[in-house]
């Protein structure tokens, strides 16, 4: 956001770590300098407590809202692995919702006890999470994450310039390759259906993807920079109001709208969403988080039987309270290692909080 060029804006960084707050935003309020752009940033502290975030709404009057963090680290794989992350790998990253969704349904809530008009955009898996604060009766707009990323790429790929000709449906789950081209991503090049994605996302998918959260942060750079400034833009976005999965979108004057292909309905696109997704083990239907069948035998295996039947969205708090435990338990034994019920302590090391 600090190379935006589409008009004055202000960002506040409110992290939970003052000093990690001050430092992005001293940093990135020096690319703004250099890049001559009008962006300013400063930083504030969030604190853990719902007065804490309502304040922070109530005295810095946004008009967006941009959520960023959760309590799960999709980089704990790599830089702690433990049985914990052993149990997210095998089941998919639909078991961390209770994780991800605790911190934006408080943002969420914040807004709604100021009276805020400010708009919410959640980038932590919006996909599962936008369903769940849709749920609770919560304001949210969209996401930001893997369906504005494959996006981007396919249009990298297609050479395709005027993202107004490419729709694209795509999930959290297409960030990988799927089992079969049957629950690939759909991508639509002035009406006519493209085929074989999987050819022009194969270098997006063989790219680290600590680089791809360059493309993923300046996608959402420019669709939070086209929401406040009236710029026109055309891309796809995960949760749009709630929706499971991800849809193509366009921006005009300020607004989100569905973008679909003329062959297919809102309906028919959140279906095939709620299908392709259950590789991430997750769905919520009728206000009830639901596990797939695999992700519900895993968490026998451990020991969870509380999560196994899922639960009810307003028992957020509890459901993540019970995965904290679970979570804290498996960290202390080393990746490879069995996630049972019985297993004893071991030299696994605990990622961050």
Same mark, same amino acid.
């Given at each position: 956001?600090?190379?935006?060029?589409?008009?004055?804006?202000?960002?506040?960084?409110?992290?939970?770590?003052?000093?990690?707050?001050?430092?992005?935003?001293?940093?990135?309020?020096?690319?703004?300098?250099?890049?001559?752009?009008?962006?300013?940033?400063?930083?504030?502290?969030?604190?853990?407590?719902?007065?804490?975030?309502?304040?922070?709404?109530?005295?810095?009057?946004?008009?967006?809202?941009?959520?960023?963090?959760?309590?799960?680290?999709?980089?704990?794989?790599?830089?702690?692995?433990?049985?914990?992350? !052993? /149990?997210? #790998?095998?089941?998919?990253?639909?078991?961390? +919702? $209770?994780?991800?969704?605790?911190?934006?349904? %408080?943002?969420? &809530?914040?807004?709604?006890?100021?009276?805020?008009?400010?708009?919410?955009?959640?980038?932590?898996?919006?996909?599962?999470?936008?369903?769940?604060?849709?749920?609770?009766?919560?304001?949210?707009?969209?996401?930001?994450?893997?369906?504005?990323?494959?996006?981007?790429?396919?249009?990298?790929?297609?050479?395709?310039?005027?993202?107004?000709?490419?729709?694209?449906?795509?999930?959290?789950?297409?960030?990988?390759?799927?089992?079969?081209?049957?629950?690939?991503?759909?991508?639509?090049?002035?009406?006519?259906?493209?085929?074989?994605?999987?050819?022009?996302?194969?270098?997006?998918?063989?790219?680290?993807?600590?680089?791809?959260?360059?493309?993923?942060?300046?996608?959402?750079?420019?669709?939070?920079?086209?929401?406040?400034?009236?710029? !026109? /833009?055309? #891309?796809?976005?995960?949760?749009?109001?709630? +929706? $499971?999965?991800?849809?193509?979108?366009?921006? %005009?004057?300020? &607004?989100?709208?569905?973008?679909?292909?003329?062959?297919?309905?809102?309906?028919?696109?959140?279906?095939?969403?709620?299908?392709?997704?259950?590789?991430?083990?997750?769905?919520?239907?009728?206000?009830?988080?639901?596990?797939?069948?695999?992700?519900?035998?895993?968490?026998?295996?451990?020991?969870?039987?509380?999560?196994?039947?899922?639960?009810?969205?307003?028992?957020?708090?509890?459901?993540?309270?019970?995965?904290?435990?679970?979570?804290?338990?498996?960290?202390?034994?080393?990746?490879?290692?069995?996630?049972?019920?019985?297993?004893?302590?071991?030299?696994?090391?605990?990622?961050?909080?």
């Amino acid at each position: 956001m600090a190379h935006a060029r589409t008009g004055d804006l202000h960002v506040t960084i409110a992290g939970r770590r003052a000093q990690a707050a001050a430092e992005l935003a001293h940093v990135a309020g020096v690319r703004a300098h250099s890049a001559q752009s009008t962006v300013t940033f400063d930083a504030a502290h969030a604190g853990q407590q719902p007065q804490d975030l309502r304040q922070l709404v109530a005295e810095g009057a946004p008009d967006l809202v941009l959520v960023c963090a959760s309590s799960h680290s999709p980089w704990e794989r790599e830089r702690t692995p433990s049985a914990w992350t !052993d /149990l997210v #790998t095998a089941t998919g990253f639909g078991l961390t +919702l $209770p994780l991800q969704a605790d911190l934006a349904a %408080r943002a969420a &809530r914040a807004v709604v006890a100021t009276g805020s008009d400010a708009r919410l955009v959640n980038a932590c898996f919006p996909d599962a999470v936008n369903p769940v604060l849709d749920a609770l009766g919560l304001p949210v707009l969209c996401g930001v994450g893997n369906a504005g990323l494959v996006a981007a790429s396919l249009a990298h790929a297609l050479e395709v310039h005027d993202t107004g000709r490419l729709r694209v449906l795509a999930h959290h789950v297409h960030l990988a390759r799927p089992r079969t081209p049957e629950d690939e991503a759909r991508v639509w090049l002035d009406d006519t259906q493209v085929s074989d994605p999987a050819r022009y996302l194969a270098r997006m998918r063989a790219t680290r993807r600590e680089q791809l959260n360059l493309v993923t942060g300046q996608t959402a750079a420019r669709l939070i920079t086209a929401l406040l400034h009236g710029i !026109d /833009l055309d #891309t796809s976005v995960p949760g749009p109001w709630g +929706l $499971p999965g991800g849809y193509p979108v366009r921006v %005009r004057d300020g &607004r989100l709208e569905l973008a679909l292909p003329a062959d297919l309905d809102q309906g028919a696109a959140t279906a095939w969403n709620r299908r392709v997704g259950a590789r991430d083990g997750v769905d919520v239907v009728d206000g009830t988080v639901r596990f797939t069948e695999r992700v519900r035998d895993l968490l026998r295996l451990a020991g969870a039987h509380e999560l196994v039947d899922g639960f009810p969205v307003r028992e957020l708090d509890t459901a993540r309270a019970r995965l904290a435990v679970l979570r804290t338990r498996l960290r202390t034994l080393p990746a490879g290692e069995p996630a049972t019920a019985t297993s004893g302590r071991g030299t696994g090391r605990g990622g961050p909080t």
